[in-house]
């Protein structure tokens, strides 16, 4: 009887939560019309056809694998258009199930897609969930084949970024998802992830998951309870999927998925910000109902049939406006301004109305003054240094947050892997503790910054780098406004370095405005370019984490020679090594001999480290080969390479790679 009854409970809240899922695809599909078409319908008919001449075909592949409920209305009725698409001259379903198959029982989102977090420049990661019991062996093999396939046709044919998690049912329910990375430690990512997942997902196609349905108001029910109602005879959960119930999460988690989140915002701030005081919201809260959960109580109380359901994303910022309305003064009015710009709004774009209606309820409460609103919705087209600026004030309240969390919790957090913390304190020393000699990193708030080119200028024996065409100059002085600069240095090769590392650097966003120094604008590009081939740009992913537990070293060094002198004085005592370690810090040393130089490398350089190096010079240089050998050769003798040691230096030439013994 009490079976009887959770399986109508169930059938009830599946109407609900089908309804809710239409919700966010419709979300999406105003928001990226042809995505969401190309995400929604077509990748799960791409999945489960094997047809030559279409993405994802694998000859290898006797029996096909198929998305359950793939052959439903929606995917039906697109079907003649995806024929047409890839010239596939049949005209009745390729759909029909075959005799034998391999099951992928649900293709899933998690994370910003369908809600009012997802801007123009947001990505998709989709779950792809399949049982090892089903799919395993060569077959598992070929469905990554098949994937990676489909994947590289979606990067030639949408804008948005796909990125495809192969997921096993089992794994999901049991909470493990893949090795420790730069995106989780050893404790956080079990409950945090499946929390995210309950909360932000999309049902593209397959089944409902167990843990959305199993709530009821007036009747309670526990997970486990749903899950044998689904197996019961009278009520077949065909349409269900078990990955899994999750009712809390301990603080050990949220401390440790708290610190990760703010190493990925190193690299992204503001897309970071909301799971960053989220996460220390709920750590202060020390409460039991997780966000999911208040959630899912919410969509399910509202029935089938509302004119609007509750948006993740807004559901989420409203509880961390009631948490920080009683914190300090102007936390609150500044997380507004950030939720408001990450949100990219957009108030008269008719074609997001959902998302507009669903960001004004929100503010409804928690209101934004007018002139404040139009000043950030301009916010793409703010002067480049105030976007800096406040990229600054950013980071500075998430370096804040994130010592109230570790000051508050790393003692009483004993189980978070010691290893993690110091290599998550030794990737925030890298990012932002300044050292001498160190390139600093600009704080970008976004990727959608005010700037389309660089001037270099020189005046009173300084090097200045202005945003813009050209470089500003006060009309009554005739002199350069050097308040505007966005950097300035007596070194145009710091300056140089630093535009490459910070990523500002494209060859036709140079310019140069007229001085009286010896060098050019295209020297300055081919110098850039040099810089770039090999340290690349600042990136914190990049860098192996077990390097973070080695000691500070010297990996790559660009030797650069009398860059600034005219061509006909070029010689070998005016230096300038741009060198990056193993941390991914980068620095610029300027020495005026070629002793000094010796002196540098025997001290700075392991001789049992590999060591790349570039020797740079202008092409035009009078004795360009002769300059070049003899730099080489100070730095080769400096680490006893001539006095029958060996050492892993390598010195690039223009093409080939030199080993020297």
Not at 157 to 165: D, L, R, S, V
Not at 169 to 191: C, H, L
Request: hydrophobic share 35%; with cysteine.
């Amino acid at each position: 009887m009490r079976n009887n009854i959770i399986g109508i409970i169930l059938e009830k809240n599946k109407k609900t939560y089908l309804s809710y899922n239409k919700f966010r695809k419709k979300i999406f599909s105003e928001l990226a019309p042809k995505e969401s078409e190309v995400i929604l319908y077509l990748l799960p008919w791409l999945l489960s056809i094997n047809y030559i001449g279409v993405p994802g075909y694998v000859d290898e592949l006797l029996s096909p694998f198929r998305v359950f409920n793939v052959d439903n209305e929606d995917v039906r009725k697109r079907e003649r258009i995806f024929r047409k698409m890839f010239d596939i001259n049949i005209k009745e379903t390729l759909l029909k199930p075959p005799p034998k198959y391999y099951p992928i029982h649900g293709i899933y989102t998690i994370g910003s897609v369908g809600s009012i977090a997802q801007t123009s420049n947001s990505d998709c990661d989709i779950w792809i969930c399949y049982d090892r019991n089903e799919i395993s062996g060569k077959a598992l093999v070929y469905l990554e084949k098949k994937l990676n396939l489909i994947k590289s046709w979606l990067d030639n044919n949408i804008k948005m970024p796909i990125y495809f998690f192969l997921s096993d049912v089992n794994d999901i329910k049991n909470g493990v998802f893949g090795s420790v990375d730069s995106e989780s430690s050893g404790s956080a990512q079990r409950n945090i992830l499946k929390e995210e997942f309950y909360r932000t997902t999309i049902l593209i196609c397959g089944k409902i998951p167990i843990w959305w349905v199993c709530y009821d108001e007036s009747y309670p029910i526990n997970y486990e309870q749903a899950v044998r109602a689904t197996q019961d005879e009278i009520y077949d959960g065909y349409d269900l999927i078990d990955f899994g119930n999750i009712e809390r999460i301990e603080q050990t988690e949220y401390f440790g998925a708290a610190l990760w989140q703010f190493h990925k915002s190193l690299s992204n701030p503001l897309k970071s910000i909301i799971k960053m005081v989220l996460l220390k919201m709920l750590l202060d809260a020390h409460e039991d109902k997780i966000m999911c959960s208040r959630l899912r109580r919410e969509v399910l109380n509202k029935g089938a049939t509302p004119s609007l359901f509750p948006d993740p994303t807004a559901f989420t910022l409203l509880f961390i406006f009631k948490y920080y309305e009683g914190r300090k003064k102007g936390e609150l009015k500044f997380l507004k301004d950030c939720f408001y710009i990450r949100c990219d709004v957009k108030p008269y774009d008719e074609n997001q109305s959902i998302k507009n209606k669903l960001i004004n309820d929100l503010f409804k409460d928690y209101p934004i003054e007018l002139t404040s609103r139009r000043h950030l919705n301009n916010f793409t087209s703010w002067d480049f240094n105030k976007q800096i600026e406040w990229g600054k004030e950013l980071v500075k309240f998430l370096l804040q947050t994130y010592k109230e969390i570790f000051n508050l919790y790393t003692g009483t957090v004993s189980e978070i892997d010691k290893k993690d913390l110091t290599i998550l304190g030794r990737i925030i020393a890298a990012a932002y503790h300044q050292k001498d000699l160190k390139i600093p990193v600009i704080y970008k708030p976004t990727d959608s910054l005010n700037l389309s080119h660089l001037t270099f200028a020189f005046e009173d024996n300084m090097w200045y780098v202005f945003p813009g065409h050209s470089a500003p100059v006060d009309s009554n002085t005739k002199s350069l406004m050097k308040g505007r600069a966005l950097i300035s240095n007596s070194d145009i090769v710091y300056l140089t370095a630093y535009i490459v590392w910070n990523n500002l650097f494209l060859e036709n966003w140079m310019h140069m405005a007229p001085n009286s120094s010896g060098v050019t604008i295209q020297e300055v590009i081919n110098l850039g370019n040099k810089i770039k081939s090999m340290m690349l740009t600042y990136n914190t992913s990049v860098v192996e984490r077990n390097n973070y537990l080695k000691k500070e070293r010297i990996s790559k060094m660009i030797v650069v020679v009398s860059f600034e002198n005219l061509s006909e004085e070029k010689d070998i005592n005016n230096f300038c090594v741009i060198y990056k370690n193993n941390w991914g810090e980068v620095f610029v040393l300027r020495l005026n001999s070629k002793h000094k130089l010796a002196a540098f490398l025997k001290k700075n350089i392991n001789q049992k480290s590999k060591v790349e190096t570039y020797c740079y010079l202008q092409k035009s240089a009078k004795y360009y080969d002769k300059i070049i050998e003899r730099t080489k050769k100070i730095i080769s003798s400096s680490l006893g390479n001539g006095h029958g040691s060996s050492t892993n230096l390598f010195i690039l030439g223009e093409h080939p790679i030199v080993y020297i013994d």
